[in-house]
């Protein structure tokens, strides 16, 4: 089981900056199965990026995963208003699927 | 457009048997391109992946719950089902059904199961 860790655990950012998340993982993703999801309180998440760096349907292209092997990153280039939530990474395979513990990005 | 629901007790007893269903609608479950999940996440907390089935009922469990949770489905009434035995007070959460084809996109709107006596 890939086990996911993601940092840092808060991102005090302001709108129009740049954000970057990471999300480790225990063990090299081969299969290339990553995803990040968004958070806002009281929903369910919302599919941003799969397969490490293809954004999901409606998704703005201020929003840009990327990585490789064990290492991955969600990059917001500029950060509006709606972005501030909590981010979730996401292994999935055939018979595994683990999430990372989560990054909240607030307003500074 | 796809739609998932889930429904079921918001409220059960420790000890007993968490029951939840979830129905799809816009959508066959019976799309050979995708599985069905279950995910929770414990209020103030991160999200757990419970397990997932496809429509041929093959299943795959979170190893930590595989003991007591089972999940099903109904082709002829599209919906899936998901059973948690034995919980306690640690299983109380928010509880998703969803569609995992490359991630989920498809989400329910999630139901809060809370366990008390």
């Given at each position: 089981e890939i086990v996911l860790t993601q940092s840092p655990a808060t991102l005090s950012l302001s709108p129009g900056e740049r954000a970057t998340l990471s999300c480790g993982a225990s063990q090299s993703v081969i299969s290339g199965y990553l995803a990040w999801y968004q958070q806002k309180p009281g929903l369910a998440?919302?599919?941003l990026i799969y397969d490490i760096s293809?954004?999901?349907?409606?998704?703005?292209?201020?929003f840009r995963g990327s990585g490789s092997g064990t290492d991955f990153t969600l990059t917001i280039s500029r950060l509006e208003p709606e972005d501030f939530a909590v981010y979730y990474c996401q292994h999935y395979g055939t018979s595994s699927y683990t999430f990372g513990q989560g990054t909240k990005l607030e307003i500074k | 457009q796809l739609q998932l629901q889930e429904s079921g007790p918001g409220l059960v007893k420790p000890s007993e048997t968490l029951s939840l269903t979830c129905t799809v609608s816009g959508g066959s479950i019976s799309d050979t391109r995708y599985y069905w999940g279950w995910i929770r996440?414990?209020?103030?907390?991160?999200?757990?992946?419970?397990?997932n089935i496809y429509y041929s009922g093959s299943t795959y469990y979170n190893p930590s719950l595989k003991s007591r949770v089972i999940i099903s489905i109904d082709t002829s009434n599209n919906h899936f089902s998901l059973k948690l035995s034995s919980?306690?007070?640690?299983?109380?959460?928010?509880?998703?059904?969803a569609r995992q084809g490359s991630g989920y996109y498809y989400w329910g709107q999630g139901t809060l199961v809370t366990v008390s006596s």
């Open positions: 998440p919302r599919l293809t954004r999901a349907t409606g998704i703005p292209d201020r | 996440q414990p209020p103030g907390k991160g999200l757990e992946w419970i397990g919980v306690t007070a640690a299983d109380t959460a928010v509880y998703y059904c």
